[in-house]
């Protein structure tokens, strides 16, 4: 039985969609730089090991990673030719076909495989909740820093973009189609903030900041551009970019996503918040 590579499987939603394929008896094969066979996006001698015996993949960006198209789409390449017809990619709602970084490799993946789909989610509600920047703020300052303003984001569970990314792995017609995902609200970073407070009993504010101070704010901890990267997504979502809410999840799934009081109270329960 040919296995499904999840690379990035000790990640946010990588670790799930394995989980989730496991459970559902779906031989999965987890790339990561210290499994066996080891993977490393930036070691092509690790790939054809990673492959053998691959026929679907789900593909997480290299983490941090500005121009991901210069790693992933060699991979891609030596992927197809080592036999795999499916590729699901996780990218976001906030980069269009063809736009910057990962976009790229959604304009190229219909031209690889004859099955495929890209997966568009909102933000992760686990961004505020686990080993994310805005989880250790609020968690060592009880601050929420954001150029975001008061523009509203339809924030999803991970649980929900894994259950997409195994529906899409192995439903019997692959989705062909890119894949918005977001969770039942739309919610401002002040209400995020007002949620946590009443959930783990700590006063969290949000810090407003300009797109300038957040960028810079950014850049003590990642490279410049990138800072500057999501520094200019905060600001997509002030310009109102990311208030829609989609009914992929229920659709695809069969259960409606997960709202975010029930994420936080859920997460913070085992210890992750």
Request: aromatic letters at 6%; a negative charge; glycine letters at 8%.
């Amino acid at each position: 039985m040919t296995s499904i590579l999840v690379t990035g499987a000790t990640g946010t939603t990588g670790s799930r969609t394995a989980a989730q394929l496991r459970a559902a008896g779906h031989p999965v094969r987890a790339a990561t730089r210290n499994g066996d066979p080891r993977f490393d996006w930036y070691d092509p001698a690790t790939h054809d090991a990673a492959l053998a015996g691959v026929d679907r993949v789900y593909l997480v960006p290299p983490p941090g990673e500005t121009d991901p198209a210069r790693i992933m789409l060699p991979f891609l390449d030596r992927a197809r030719a080592a036999g795999v017809r499916r590729a699901v990619l996780l990218s976001s709602s906030a980069i269009p076909l063809g736009g910057p970084a990962v976009g790229e490799v959604h304009a190229a993946l219909p031209g690889l495989f004859a099955e495929w789909a890209v997966l568009r989610p909102s933000w992760f509600m686990q961004n505020f909740l686990r080993d994310h920047a805005h989880a250790r703020s609020i968690r060592a300052t009880g601050t929420l820093a954001s150029a975001t303003g008061t523009g509203r984001v339809a924030f999803i569970d991970a649980d929900d973009i894994a259950a997409v990314a195994a529906h899409a792995l192995t439903t019997a017609e692959a989705p062909n189609t890119d894949l918005i995902l977001t969770g039942p609200q739309a919610l401002a970073f002040d209400d995020i903030a007002a949620t946590l407070t009443e959930v783990t009993g700590r006063p969290v504010t949000h810090q407003h900041l300009s797109h300038d101070q957040l960028s810079e704010h950014l850049a003590a901890g990642m490279p410049a551009e990138f800072a500057a990267l999501l520094a200019s997504l905060d600001l997509a979502i002030a310009e109102g970019a990311e208030d829609r809410i989609t009914p992929t999840v229920h659709h695809l799934t069969g259960r409606p996503p997960t709202d975010f009081r029930t994420v936080a109270v859920r997460e913070l329960a085992h210890g992750d918040g």
